[in-house]
């Protein structure tokens, strides 16, 4: 700035330090003084400002986390326990192992559910079997070539 009113702050003015020391002046109303007291009002004010912004972080921490809370437990989900993926390396369906802790569910889960009940495919049993019939072959043969070649 330049001209005739133009004013360059480069201490603080004379006001803001008198508010300051106001603020962080130590409240002595009816307190007894401790001989070497200086009095406490910066340090409280840091404390203050400090547990604030910690408590905040905290509830905001909290607050954007509650979509993520595991409901409660209900009859029906106490009722069923099931283990983590069983499946081989090769099988590309998930594979796991239910287990029914109250039989009167088992039961009416079981009726509901007859038609879904796992019955094995004889066509898929017997086309392992032939992929276990091809590779027993397979590996006759190579061990009749490697007899033949090792001579």
């Known amino acids: ?19 300051l020391a106001a603020a ?6 009816g307190l007894p ?6 009095g406490a009002g910066f340090e409280q004010i840091l404390a ?3 547990g604030s912004a910690a408590l905040g972080a905290i509830a905001y921490a909290w607050w954007s986390t509650r979509r ?5 437990q209900t009859s029906v ?4 326990d099931f ?5 081989d390396l090769l099988d590309h369906t998930p594979r796991r192992v239910y287990a029914m802790r109250d039989p009167a569910f088992a039961e009416g889960f079981t ?17 392992e079997m032939r992929v276990w019939i091809v590779c027993a072959v397979a590996l006759g043969i190579g061990a009749l070539v490697a007899a033949v070649l090792k001579r």
Not at 68 to 72: D, E, G, I, S
């Open 83 to 87: 283990s983590p993926d069983v499946s």
């Open 24 to 29: 962080t002046r130590p409240v002595s109303v």
């Open 48 to 50: 203050l400002l400090f």
């Open 1 to 19: 700035m330049t001209g005739q009113n133009a004013t360059y702050r480069t201490v603080p003015s004379a006001r803001a330090t008198a508010r």
């Open 33 to 38: 003084r401790k001989p070497g007291f200086t």
């Open 68 to 72: 993520c809370l595991v409901p409660r």
């Open 111 to 127: 009726a509901i559910n007859q038609d879904r009940v796992w019955q094995p495919d004889p066509a898929a049993v017997r086309a």
């Open 77 to 80: 989900t106490l009722a069923v």
